[in-house]
Structure formats: C-alpha cells, structure tokens
C-alpha cells in the first residue's frame, strides 16, 4: 500500500513538472513582448484547448481605440456563461486613464450597482498614483481601502507601492529589465524583508515566469505565455507548482484579438 501511494505522488509529481529542455534565458527574444495589446476576448479556461471555458471577459473600445468597458461572465450550474460584473473606463481631454468602476448585481431585483473604484492620478503627464474604494450599500458610503504609488524612470514602470485604508505600506515590488523587458520582480514586506521574488525567462516566442522561495533558488510556480507573431500575448499557462498544489492551482487562460 506505502508502495502505491508513493507510485502516484511520483506520478503527480511528474506531472506538474516540464519535461521540456531548458532553452530559456534572461535574455528577451522578441522586439515585443506586449500583455496590452487591445482583445477582444479574455478566456479563462481548465484545459489547454479551452473547449469549455468557465469564464470569461469581454472588452469593448471607443471609436478611439481606447477600452470603454469590461463584461465580466462566469459559468453557472447549467454550464452557460452569465454576465456577473462589468467595468466602465473614463479618461480626460489628454486621453489617460482617470477613472474605472466596477458593477455587481445587488439584492433580490438584480440592481446593478457600483461595487468598488479606482481613481488615477498623474503627475507631469505621468502615472503616480492610484486610489481604490469600496462602495458599501448599507449605509451607502464610497470607502477608501487604500492606494498605490507608481514609480517611472525613463519611461519604464521601476516600482510600485501598495497602501492600507490607514495610508500604512502593505507591500513593495521593484521590477528590474533587459532589452526594455521586464527580466525580474522582487517584492517587499513592510519591515523591507523580501516576500517573493520572479524570475523571467524567454525561449523565441514563449516567456516563462518563475516564483521562487524567497534569498533562495528553490522554485514554487511557473507561468509560460506565449506570444503571437506580433508579439502579442496569446495564451498563459501553468505549467509547474509546489507538487502539493500543482492540481488545484492548474490553469490556461487564452486571448483573443
């Protein structure tokens, strides 16, 4: 009996680990490797051919180009798609971001309402900070539950801060590049501890995001995308995690354009 448990945590093992030889390096293949380019459609899927997605996002532009709204759906009991949340974009005469809002179905009429928001702020026609709330129904009150702050060089995002409702620093993360690619991100806790820490890698058109044990090489997950002619991200996957977690945290996720 010890035998075959053994047997079939070896084979799971096995399973959650790539077999793929390792042909990845620090160094960015591509001219691009862009996770914003305008979709259409954001799949969220449990296997790799994605026949049956169990949710999904759909985006819609203003005339343009830029994003005017975000339907949210989610697979129900029956196994159709309902949309569940929506988001609305708002922008200033310059054309940046400003404003997002996020509707839910509230209460036994189906209302939409807000459920919570985000405000952006710029400082010399750069992004430096954002403001998140909640908006609660009972009492209506528009909560503060924190902030970020944005952190540019050249162009390139370096940093960002994350700050509690009490304006107390959460977490910190400093992303490091190569070739004008994001190569690495390295996260902070609040007594400047490192918390996580990523490595990226590319192969041609495929980036692999690995997670590893904090001041250490030991690896916990990987995430490969992968990239259209283009450049543009095509799908995502999860191709290695913790053995403990490896079956419960698979997944792909599939872009269309």
């Not at 975000?70 to 159709?80: N, P």
């Not at 060089?153 to 107390?168: E, L, M, S, V």
Request: charged content about 20%; hydrophobic content about 30%.
């Amino acid at each position: 009996m010890k035998n075959l448990i053994l047997f079939f945590f070896l084979l799971a093992l096995t399973a959650c680990q790539s077999t793929e030889p390792d042909s990845f390096s620090i160094d960015p293949h591509l001219n691009a490797y862009t996770d914003d380019a305008p979709l259409s459609r954001k799949l969220f899927c449990n296997s790799i051919n994605c026949e049956n997605p169990y949710s999904q996002e759909v985006y819609t532009y203003h005339p343009d180009g830029k994003m005017s709204r975000v339907d949210q759906f989610a697979q129900t009991a029956s196994g159709k798609l309902d949309l569940v949340s929506y988001s609305d974009y708002a922008y200033n005469p310059a054309g940046q971001l400003v404003g997002k809002i996020r509707y839910h179905k509230y209460g036994s009429g189906a209302q939409w309402i807000a459920y919570d928001e985000s405000e952006y702020i710029y400082t010399n026609g750069v992004l430096s900070l954002e403001r998140n709330y909640f908006h609660q129904q009972s009492p209506k009150q528009r909560i503060l539950t924190g902030h970020i702050e944005y952190e540019f060089k050249d162009g390139q995002k370096t940093g960002q801060r994350w700050y509690d409702a009490q304006q107390k620093l959460s977490y910190r993360v400093v992303y490091s590049y190569r070739n004008n690619t994001v190569i690495g991100e390295t996260w902070f806790g609040i007594t400047d501890n490192q918390i996580r820490r990523f490595e990226h890698r590319f192969a041609g058109n495929r980036r692999q995001i690995s997670e590893y044990v904090p001041n250490t090489d030991e690896q916990i997950s990987m995430v490969e995308k992968t990239y259209d002619a283009q450049g543009r991200l095509s799908s995502e996957e999860t191709k290695v995690i913790n053995p403990l977690l490896c079956l419960m945290q698979a997944g792909v996720t599939r872009y269309v354009y």
